[in-house]
């Protein structure tokens, strides 16, 4: 126990003068024994000293032993109490820290505008949707309407005519359902019909024509078109045969020498017929004119095909015949080829009084139309007009109703 670094001098000093005072009584002890013996009163109160020393002794040394037990207990509490005490410190000073930058931020901070719950939902924005949808829906739909208009460059109204040439309408032909009895050409069959619609409109062109131009009373007009197969044929016989109807001596000829259809109309030989006439000679005119079964139409069929026909046209025997015949008719209608095919019809162009040009409905083409025009005002030809053919109901009636009416007004 004393050399235990752990007791201090203090706690054993009492143990050590005790274990002095032990020593002392035993070496007196043994010299007493030299003289005594062990039952003499001296050696009898030295043992008892001895013993009583000894009992003091253990006593003391239990007294340090639990002193130290009871050290080393208060040395661990005092450990633990110094590490919590700092534990403590550290939380509080943290706390501290906290409640101060609480306090920074509470005074920083200020209340600008109270957040509300919106009566209206954030999404779907119904009002712009709809805004944005009315925009796209407008562009999309006159987007495709541009593209799908210039897709089909074709003519599909009567005031296309006028806005793409600045030619004037002289009327516009309903398109008509072919009838299954082929033994009288459609042709004639609409001559045929008084109340027809197809019928009427013819009337109205004719009246159109000679209203609007008094000085073609007596005349000669050229029927063409831009291309093949727009109706020249038909209008060439429905027109003829209108004017006949209404009295004028009329002379139909068929000058388109690539595609010669007249005679068919009329189920006449082809044979003996313009050309035949232009090789032969003037004087014998009635072998070559035949008359039809409509009173005062008169046919002259294009007859054997020339290897030229342009140059044939363009003879002066041509100009003569064309001279002697208009003493003989009223008018003088003739069936030419397109002109954008071959030059026929430009050629006889200049040498006639006025020329018409068919317009097929949704068929002809602007740019072949205003070629076509072109090419008659380069040879300065009198183009007195257009007109549309095959027209098909839109958007509940013809448009020739207009025109006609139209026609008539002036
Ligand atoms: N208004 C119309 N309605 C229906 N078919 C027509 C009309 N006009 C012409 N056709 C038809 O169109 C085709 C071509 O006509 P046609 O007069 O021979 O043309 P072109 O002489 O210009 O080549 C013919 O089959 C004809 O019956
Ligand atoms: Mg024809």
């Given at each position: 126990?004393?050399?235990?670094?752990?007791?201090?001098?203090?706690?054993?000093?009492?143990?050590?003068?005790?274990?002095?005072?032990?020593?002392?009584?035993?070496?007196?002890?043994?010299?007493?024994?030299?003289?005594?013996?062990?039952?003499?009163?001296?050696?009898?109160?030295?043992?008892?000293?001895?013993?009583?020393?000894?009992?003091?002794?253990?006593?003391?040394?239990?007294?340090?032993?639990?002193?130290?037990?009871?050290?080393?207990?208060?040395?661990?509490?005092?450990?633990?109490?110094?590490?919590?005490?700092?534990?403590?410190?550290?939380?509080?000073?943290?706390?501290?820290?906290?409640?101060?930058?609480?306090?920074?931020?509470?005074?920083?901070?200020?209340?600008?505008?109270?957040?509300?719950?919106?009566?209206?939902?954030?999404?779907?924005?119904?009002?712009?949707?709809?805004?944005?949808?009315?925009?796209?829906?407008?562009?999309?739909?006159?987007?495709?309407?541009?593209?799908?208009?210039?897709?089909?460059?074709?003519?599909?109204?009567?005031?296309?005519?006028?806005?793409y040439l600045?030619?004037?309408?002289?009327?516009?032909?309903?398109?008509?359902?072919?009838?299954?009895?082929?033994?009288?050409?459609?042709?004639?069959?609409?001559?045929?019909?008084?109340?027809?619609?197809?019928?009427?409109?013819?009337?109205?062109?004719?009246?159109?024509?000679?209203?609007?131009?008094?000085?073609?009373?007596?005349?000669?007009?050229?029927?063409?078109?831009s291309v093949?197969?727009?109706?020249?044929?038909?209008?060439?016989?429905?027109?003829?045969?209108?004017?006949?109807?209404?009295?004028?001596?009329?002379?139909?000829?068929?000058?388109?020498?690539?595609?010669?259809?007249?005679?068919?109309?009329?189920?006449?030989?082809?044979?003996?017929?313009?050309?035949?006439?232009?090789?032969?000679?003037?004087?014998?005119?009635?072998?070559?004119?035949?008359?039809?079964?409509?009173?005062?139409?008169?046919?002259?069929?294009?007859?054997?095909?020339?290897?030229?026909?342009?140059?044939?046209?363009?003879?002066?025997?041509?100009?003569?015949?064309?001279?002697?015949?208009?003493?003989?008719?009223?008018?003088?209608?003739?069936?030419?080829?397109p002109v954008l095919a071959?030059?026929?019809?430009l050629?006889?162009?200049?040498?006639?009084?006025?020329?018409?040009i068919?317009?097929?409905?949704?068929?002809t083409h602007r740019k072949a139309l205003q070629r076509a025009k072109e090419a008659l005002e380069g040879?300065?030809?009198?183009?007195?007009?257009?007109?549309?053919?095959?027209?098909?109901?839109?958007?509940?009636?013809?448009?020739?109703?207009?025109?006609?009416?139209?026609?008539?007004?002036?």
């Amino acid at each position: 126990i004393i050399d235990d670094p752990t007791t201090t001098s203090e706690d054993t000093a009492l143990l050590n003068k005790l274990i002095e005072r032990k020593a002392e009584l035993e070496t007196e002890l043994a010299q007493q024994l030299n003289y005594f013996k062990e039952k003499h009163p001296i050696i009898k109160g030295l043992r008892s000293e001895l013993n009583s020393i000894n009992k003091k002794i253990e006593e003391e040394r239990q007294r340090i032993l639990t002193l130290k037990k009871k050290a080393i207990q208060y040395r661990i509490l005092k450990r633990e109490v110094e590490t919590s005490k700092a534990i403590y410190e550290s939380l509080l000073n943290r706390l501290k820290e906290t409640r101060s930058i609480q306090n920074l931020r509470l005074t920083n901070i200020r209340v600008v505008d109270r957040a509300t719950v919106p009566d209206k939902p954030v999404r779907p924005k119904k009002k712009m949707n709809l805004i944005l949808a009315l925009f796209i829906g407008l562009f999309l739909s006159t987007g495709t309407a541009l593209f799908i208009e210039n897709l089909d460059l074709s003519i599909k109204e009567p005031d296309e005519v006028q806005k793409y040439l600045g030619l004037p309408i002289l009327g516009t032909i309903p398109l008509y359902k072919q009838k299954k009895d082929r033994s009288v050409h459609p042709a004639l069959s609409i001559l045929t019909n008084s109340h027809s619609r197809v019928l009427e409109s013819y009337r109205a062109i004719k009246a159109n024509l000679t209203l609007s131009n008094p000085d073609l009373s007596k005349r000669l007009l050229l029927v063409t078109s831009s291309v093949p197969n727009e109706g020249k044929s038909v209008f060439s016989v429905g027109l003829a045969g209108v004017m006949a109807r209404a009295g004028e001596k009329v002379l139909l000829v068929d000058v388109d020498f690539r595609h010669p259809n007249l005679h068919q109309v009329f189920g006449i030989q082809r044979t003996n017929g313009l050309s035949d006439l232009l090789a032969e000679g003037v004087q014998n005119l009635h072998n070559y004119i035949k008359s039809t079964e409509i009173e005062n139409l008169d046919l002259l069929t294009c007859g054997s095909l020339p290897p030229d026909p342009a140059e044939l046209l363009g003879t002066k025997k041509m100009e003569e015949v064309i001279q002697d015949l208009s003493k003989r008719y009223d008018r003088i209608i003739f069936d030419a080829p397109p002109v954008l095919a071959v030059t026929d019809a430009l050629v006889l162009s200049t040498r006639v009084d006025g020329v018409i040009i068919i317009v097929r409905f949704e068929y002809t083409h602007r740019k072949a139309l205003q070629r076509a025009k072109e090419a008659l005002e380069g040879v300065n030809a009198r183009i007195l007009g257009a007109v549309l053919n095959m027209v098909t109901p839109r958007g509940g009636g013809y448009y020739y109703y207009y025109y006609y009416h139209y026609g008539e007004k002036s």
